[in-house]
């Protein structure tokens, strides 16, 4: 691997690892304001609300295709957020996590070939303390 490449990878990691941690410094705040118990939309709309206002393009409810030989399959996918086109952001408002969850987040990874996902449980008493996960597909590697 040339030494181009890899410092490019190594600049890829370092804005997906900040950009990430933006999104979670937001999650936090709107988790402290709200507390746990409430839907799982109005999560989103709250953190949607936050994350544009820290000046990052959020898409929404974000139709995902999916592409199966060379047919493009409109499945009703939808990445509750993406945001700067480069991290899913899936919202939950569950008892715990489950295998389920990270199995839609590896998949939504796959077919958007994304680096990075985030999965956001809101039904927690203090986020950082069990309610965020954090799944990668081929992330760039550091040296």
Request: hydrophobic share 40%.
């Amino acid at each position: 691997m040339t030494i181009a490449r890899q410092t490019s990878m190594n600049g890829d990691a370092e804005k997906l690892n900040e950009l990430t941690e933006r999104i979670i410094g937001a999650a936090i705040d709107v988790h402290r304001k709200l507390g746990p118990g409430l839907l799982e939309s109005a999560y989103e709309a709250c953190l949607f609300f936050e994350l544009v206002n820290r000046g990052l393009k959020v898409e929404r409810q974000k139709p995902l295709p999916l592409v199966y030989e060379d047919v493009r399959l409109d499945c009703a996918y939808r990445m509750d957020l993406m945001v700067e086109g480069s991290v899913i952001v899936e919202v939950k408002a569950v008892a715990r996590f489950d295998r389920v969850h990270e199995a839609q987040m590896d998949s939504y990874l796959k077919i958007s070939d994304l680096r990075i996902g985030l999965l956001l449980n809101f039904n927690v008493k203090v986020l950082t303390d069990g309610g965020i996960k954090r799944r990668v597909n081929r992330f760039p590697e550091r040296s």
